[in-house]
T-cell receptor, first 115, second 114 residues
Framework: EAGVTQFPSHSVIEKGQTVTLRCDPI?????LYWYRRVMGKEIKFLLH????????ESGMPNNRFLAERTGGTYSTLKVQPAELEDSGVYFC?????????????FGQGTRLTVV | AQSVAQPEDQVNVAEGNPLTVKCTYS??????LFWYVQYPNRGLQFLLK??????LVKGSYGFEAEFNKSQTSFHLKKPSALVSDSALYFC????????????FGKGTTLSVSS
């Protein structure tokens, strides 16, 4: 069974440009999460989808970040325009719907560098 | 504010020695507790979790963790470290009925020398 996959693995963009990150969750997982880790800091929650609906987006830093999950399958996270402080590793995770004691499965992350 | 603390940025142990990676938390209620590991150029991998019951939980790769409610701690342990255990370890909690997002610590780098 394929795990959570993220694309690209690395991205280097200039300040002011746009970047779109993609996450393919494990098939059948209705919960999809985005997290971000800035260098040396905690991994912080960004938002949570249940199927195609945004369940919780309280962690989104500002309106330069837009997440979508059309059709309830893969998700994209767009940063437009990117700023230097957006650099970090963006993780996606998925889990089946149901009990909240279920562990989440993470992708390998996308390392975003804004220069 | 709810938080998870991993007080050590790095833990160094010799192969064959026991290891402990510390984690304490400050959250409301009775959280679910998790440990994840990140090997170089890999994603986060689930190691183990505490939901309820026995305070000592066993997980993947010979790791175990001890839940201590009075000290609000969930330290990760292994009786005999391997060089291949060298990685970045994250402690995380989830507060039941407060959403399903995880609250992470900042991670501890474990370095096992041969």
């Amino acid at each position: 069974e394929a795990g959570v996959t993220q694309f690209p693995s690395h991205s280097v963009i200039e300040k002011g440009q746009t970047v779109t990150l993609r996450c393919d969750p494990i098939s059948g997982h209705d919960n999809l999460y985005w997290y971000r880790r800035v260098m040396g800091k905690e991994i912080k929650f960004l938002l949570h989808f249940v199927k195609e609906s945004k369940q919780d987006e309280s962690g989104m830093p500002n309106n330069r970040f837009l997440a979508e999950r059309t059709g309830g399958t893969y998700s994209t996270l767009k940063v437009q325009p990117a700023e230097l402080e957006d650099s970090g590793v963006y993780f996606c995770a998925s889990s089946p719907l149901g009990r909240d004691n279920t562990e989440a499965f993470f992708g390998q992350g996308t390392r975003l560098t804004v220069v | 504010a709810q938080s998870v603390a991993q007080p050590e940025d790095q833990v160094n142990v010799a192969e064959g020695n026991p290891l402990t990676v510390k984690c304490t938390y400050s959250v409301s209620g009775n959280p679910y507790l998790f440990w994840y590991v990140q090997y170089p150029n890999r994603g986060l991998q689930f190691l183990l979790k505490y939901i309820t019951g026995d305070n000592l939980v066993k997980g993947s790769y010979g790791f175990e963790a001890e839940f201590n409610k009075s000290q609000t701690s969930f330290h990760l342990k292994k009786p005999s470290a391997l060089v291949s255990d060298s990685a970045l370890y994250f402690c995380a909690v989830r507060v039941p009925r407060a959403g399903t997002a995880l609250i992470f610590g900042k991670g501890t780098t474990l370095s096992v020398s041969s």
